[in-house]
């Protein structure tokens, strides 16, 4: 925001291995050039091992976004047998008393993971204002714009010497395509958003510079930016030189686009879907230290053909998301990462003319696995049509607190913007403990 001074308030929360680089960065400076060599040394012999560290101590978020509203009775909270449950029945989950949609037969045995809200009330049934709301988890006040989560998530857990994106969202279909925002927390936590490919553009090297000249290059120039640097000291050349190491950061790390650097039986695990190619990138980017990734699934707007809709996107969302979590925990990953499935709001109980269900933020669910998370647990319920929540209502900044609360995130924590104190989550919102590990 143009004018406005960003300052954040301590809050305890800094990461354990930012606290031992500091350490170790500190004590060689303080020690004669012969024992910095010597640490110099040790350091590069154990390179390996401390980037091994560094990773286990890095978190992560997946957000599988459903855009245009998936239906919660046909994923989260089926009502077989009344006359607003549809056609499909509801099947039991590995976990004693929890039941799903038979829709969604995979992830009914990975219940242990993952907990269900099925109690949100978020009230706004409009595409573009209720994507806002369950996003930043409160709407946009006169002259001050909120970031989304992606962007909270990137500037609280992302690393300032990473050379990899700390937001990207995966977005390749035209139904209701949004970049995300960074607010007021500027352009540095804006996503990377791809919307025509799962590439990033421009990133490739010049077709006429080789390897090595381009390094050579990028050498050169750090050596003039520091001794320029060293004599010209301002926020404006620390700016430049911090944006010019993301985009070197940037075609480095482009091959982690590129899934054909992985098994062929890794991307048959994933299957050929859009998908399931998107997935996988979200699970590459979070192994190489990506804080957030958004991968959007469209297509859930089914005012008609409800039935048939959900047959096909929830089979889409069963197989991909079963395999990313089984993935994720498999090498070590679900550990330190959450994967929320979200979009703006569900859809009615009422079915309409055209055997499809409208707009409905009035009781609809959510899921959080991994990381932080209670599995095998479920929060709220819906009375036994599903027209209204009867137990645990959530808001949108309630589950917006309980995000960042799973990451380890305090969702109290506040930004000075200007002279405006400004929490992360608004004003009284409350994080659901039932859900929280």
Same mark, same amino acid.
């Given at each position: 925001m143009s004018g406005q001074r960003l300052i954040s308030v301590p809050t305890g929360l800094v990461p354990s291995s930012l606290s031992r680089r500091g350490f170790l960065g500190g004590a060689a400076v303080g020690v004669g050039s012969a024992l910095a060599a010597d640490m110099r040394a040790v350091n590069g012999l154990r390179a390996e091992e401390i980037a091994g560290e560094l990773r286990r101590g890095e978190k992560h978020v997946i957000l599988l976004w459903l855009a245009g509203g998936a239906s919660q009775l046909e994923t989260w909270d089926p009502k077989p047998g009344v006359k607003t449950g549809g056609p499909f029945s509801a099947i039991p989950t590995n976990v004693s008393g929890i039941e799903v949609s038979e829709l969604l037969p995979k992830l009914a045995q990975r219940m242990q993971m993952t907990a269900v809200i099925r109690s949100l009330n978020t009230k706004i049934a409009d595409h573009g204002r209720g994507a806002d709301l369950v996003e930043r988890g409160r709407l946009d006040d006169p002259g001050l714009r909120y970031p989304d989560l992606g962007a909270v998530v990137a500037k609280e857990l992302g690393r300032l010497e990473s050379t990899v994106p700390d937001y990207v969202s995966l977005y390749t279909s035209t139904e209701g395509r949004r970049k995300g925002t960074s607010g007021f927390l500027g352009a540095r936590y804006a996503p990377l958003f791809l919307a025509e490919n799962m590439s990033p553009p421009n990133s490739a090297?010049?077709? $006429? =510079?080789?390897?090595?000249?381009?390094?050579?290059?990028?050498? *050169?120039?750090? *050596?003039?930016s520091k001794r320029f640097a060293a004599e010209h000291r301002s926020s404006t050349v620390g700016s430049q030189n911090s944006a010019y190491q993301r985009v070197q950061g940037m075609m480095a790390s482009a091959g982690l686009f590129n899934i054909?650097?992985?098994?062929?039986?890794?991307?048959?695990?994933?299957?050929?879907?859009? #998908?399931? &190619?998107?997935? *996988?990138?979200?699970?590459? =980017? @979070?192994?190489? /230290?990506?804080?957030?990734? $958004?991968?959007?699934?469209?297509?859930?707007?089914?005012?008609?053909?409800?039935?048939e809709t959900h047959l096909e996107l929830c089979a889409d969302l069963d197989h991909c998301m079963s395999v990313l979590l089984d993935d994720l925990q498999e090498r070590g990953l679900l550990e330190k990462t959450l994967v929320i499935t979200l979009g703006?709001? !569900?859809?009615?109980?009422?079915?309409?003319?055209? =055997?499809?269900?409208?707009?409905? +933020?009035?009781?609809?669910?959510?899921? *959080?696995?991994?990381? /932080?998370?209670?599995?095998?647990?479920?929060? /709220? %319920?819906?009375? $036994?049509?599903?027209?209204?929540? @009867?137990? /645990? &209502? +959530?808001? +949108?900044?309630?589950? #917006? %607190?309980?995000?960042?609360?799973?990451? !380890?995130?305090d969702p109290a924590h506040e930004y000075m913007v200007g002279s405006r104190p400004t929490p992360l989550a608004d004003f009284g919102a409350k994080p659901i403990r039932s859900v929280l590990a």
């Open positions: 090297l010049h077709e $006429k =510079l080789t390897t090595a000249e381009h390094q050579d290059r990028a050498a *050169l120039r750090d *050596l003039l054909e650097q992985e098994s062929a039986e890794v991307r048959a695990r994933y299957g050929p879907t859009q #998908f399931g &190619e998107q997935c *996988l990138i979200a699970r590459r =980017l @979070v192994e190489a /230290g990506v804080p957030f990734v $958004k991968v959007a699934r469209a297509w859930w707007d089914s005012h008609g053909q409800n039935f703006e709001f !569900g859809r009615t109980p009422g079915i309409n003319a055209s =055997l499809g269900r409208d707009h409905f +933020a009035s009781a609809w669910s959510c899921s *959080l696995s991994g990381m /932080g998370v209670r599995g095998g647990v479920v929060h /709220g %319920a819906t009375d $036994k049509e599903g027209h209204t929540v @009867v137990d /645990g &209502e +959530a808001s +949108a900044a309630d589950l #917006f %607190a309980t995000i960042l609360q799973a990451v !380890g995130i």
